[in-house]
């Protein structure tokens, strides 16, 4: 009966300690803000001269997680994935001639910028907005411009 009393209240703690759960934090990149994946257009002079209608279009953190991102076009619009630096308090980027990491080209970014809350996606809901004219050493002469909105994660919202 000894033992049976001295083993209880190890048993109880045992049982105790195991039941908590611990969650775990993955935390977030310090680019957060300026991290997403956008549903945008690519115009020239105003007009879809591609006819590429809405396209699936990204911007990440690099590797340094610091003041510069990823602009993707995942292949969809031109082939091309630059880094850009970023100032963080307004969310405004550019690049000059960045070298492309899909093929031997450079691209130049101006008046890039994140407007977090000032777009509306396709159903209506709110969200982020972004905007950048881009011209590439390919085709020098001509200033397109992307824009769009963030991905929301509603299937309606998509295109």
């Known amino acids: 009966m000894r033992k049976v009393l001295y083993a209880l209240p190890i048993i109880v703690i045992v049982f105790s300690l195991s039941c908590t759960k611990s969650t775990f934090d993955a935390g977030k990149t310090n680019l957060t803000a300026a991290s997403n994946g956008w549903w945008v257009t690519f115009t020239l002079n105003g007009a879809d001269v591609y006819n590429l209608g809405h396209v699936f279009f990204s911007t990440y953190n690099t590797a340094s997680n610091t003041d ?35 093929y031997a080209i ?54």
Do not use: C
Request: negative net charge; proline residues 2%.
């Open 106 to 159: 450079t691209v130049n970014i101006a008046n890039g910028k994140i407007l977090p809350k000032a777009g509306k996606s396709r159903a209506g809901n709110v969200t982020d907005s972004l905007y950048m004219q881009v011209t590439f050493s390919d085709d020098s002469t001509d200033n397109y411009v992307i824009s769009g909105t963030a991905r929301t994660g509603f299937i309606e919202d998509d295109y």
């Open 68 to 102: 510069t991102i990823w602009v993707d076009d995942l292949g969809h619009i031109w082939d091309f994935k630059v880094k850009a630096p970023i100032n963080l308090s307004n969310l405004s980027f550019s690049a000059n001639a960045a070298a492309n990491e899909y």
